[in-house]
């Protein structure tokens, strides 16, 4: 008889616990958690193992924190409790997030999508607690879960516009819950609502031409987003809810209609609606990850590069009016004058950073990274704090007469997304695989790991990008011998340097790649990156070149005062910032000073992203 060893032993006695437990909490007792056919070439690191530290970001984190905390949990659960019959105390919270007599698409949109948002809230709530161990954080989630479960019936969507939409994001909070948050039910939960919605989704994913060629009540009827749906399925089915979370993936890849021909290099983006279609390339690539099909990687990859190049401001941001378009027509620049309606902020920019977090890991490239810096400090990191009564910054303003302004609607889309990506800014900053650790964004933050056997940790220091350095010390139980990589922006100029306590590292750092440092680490070792950041000029689009915006390496520089300014190519490339570390920049012309600014330092004033040279 072969001997058992003492591993063998206590992974089986592991796994029968493991299995006892799920048996008692759910009815998913046999629900084994599937593993990719891929491994990505950097993993990211737990929620836990980052922190940032003092900087916008964090204010950022921790105001949406305390705010979702705040959030009143019959108000939250009103919606699905009508439709259930049960007793609904609370007021309603209003905006899209009620059943409303007025609901009257698209002239009035009161009571959109009736608790669309809450499994949004729920995730934002849940990766805050594994980021902060916040208690209160978890007891909330998982109060949450337990009032949502006595409401779940089919009757919720008897005549509801958007079923595919709701389910995605309650299916993403449960999921959350249960990974992030440790709740028994979630899953469990989450089967019951699968069960609910089922009968009002369609048979496969459906474009809106599709949609619209169906018979519907109303135009919001062909809204709906079933060809976002895999990701989170891919995800319950990885977490362990159940093997008909894949069967139900597979059934809503849109492959026809948008992952084949974007993996052939065709450009089918254009007439779509931005965000959906961006966040619907997160499904491919959860499809590449689980069936490691070569083609939703193409499909990803392609559909993210025709985004960056011919749908993209100066800032990252994209899809005017929510709407891609066609290359070399033109109307990127148009609708600097047509419309206010610029970038859909907190969505699009948690669409964006999943999809270069997963573009990232998989690739190596370091140049997603840079994608996903010009996001976060030209967009999301200056969208106003959602207020008290559910109003929500939504749209950024690239007009030539733009300010910041909020959304006429209370709690739309953004009030979801934006707790999910302040909480994920964090997992962004750092990835790693066998050899070492990847910085990726440079903000204020510390990121503890076991490397080699040692506890590690690393905490960076810096004001990036308002001052162009940063600084990276290590501290470790014991030395060890590792790499770290720091991504050198595919923007830096010829006198971006690196050093290691005070002496420069020599090599080939090249811009738009990692740079890898590799030596024994001790504690106390200190890192110090100097970025030579140049100032540049970026049209448009081809059709008018010489509408351009001025960046400073990632940040794009918005003019404030005199909109009519006449500034010269010349001018604008010698800007000078006000004094080191400022968020203003000064442009001297003939006749006056231009002061331009970052996105997040405007408030109410006028500003202009693009100028006529
Ligand atoms: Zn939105």
Known sequence: MKKTSRRTFLKASAAAAGSALIAHSTRLSH????????????????????????????????TNHAFYL??????????????????????????????SDQFDPPKNMTGYIPGHTFGQYLSGLARAYAITGSKPTQEKVQRLVREF??????????????????????NCGLID???FAADPQALAVLNHATDAVLPFLPEKALTRPEQEARPHKNI???????????ENLYLAYKRGAGDRYQQLATRFLQNKEYFDPLAEGKNVLPGEHAYSHVNALCSAFQAYLITGDEKYLRAARNGFDFVRTTQSFATGGWGPDET???????????????THASFETPCGAYGHFKVTRYLLRVTGDSRYGDSMERVLYNTILGAKPILEDGTTFYYSDYNNNASKFFHQDKWPCC???????????GISSYFRDPSGVYVNLYLPSRVTWTQNGARTSLTQTTSYPETPETSLELTLDRPASFVVALRIPAWAGPKTTVAVNGTRVTGDLKPGAFFPVERNWKSGDRIEVTFDMPATLEAIDPQHPNTVALLNGPLALFATGDLSAKMTKAQLLAARQAVRGSSDWIVETEAEKVTMKTFPAIKDEKYRLYHEV
Request: net charge negative; glycine share 8%.
């Open 31 to 62: 629900a084994a958690v599937a593993k990719d056919a891929i491994i990505p070439k950097l993993s990211q690191f737990e929620y836990s193992e980052v922190q940032l530290l003092d900087g916008p970001a964090l204010e950022q984190f921790n």
């Open 70 to 99: 705040a959030l009143d949990d019959d108000k939250l659960l009103k919606p699905f409790r009508q439709r259930a019959g049960l007793p609904a105390p609370g007021e309603d919270m209003g905006g899209w997030y009620n059943f």
């Open 149 to 170: 479960a006595p409401t779940i019936t089919g009757k919720f969507y008897v005549d509801y516009p958007l079923p595919a939409y709701t389910f995605d994001k309650t």
């Open 177 to 179: 819950a249960h990974q």
């Open 220 to 230: 919001s009827f062909t809204w709906d987003e079933t060809y976002t749906l895999p």
């Open 324 to 338: 891609f378009r066609a290359p070399g027509s033109g109307e990127m620049g148009e609708s600097l004058t047509k």
């Open 415 to 425: 009030s979801g997304t934006f707790p999910q990506i302040t909480a994920d800014y």
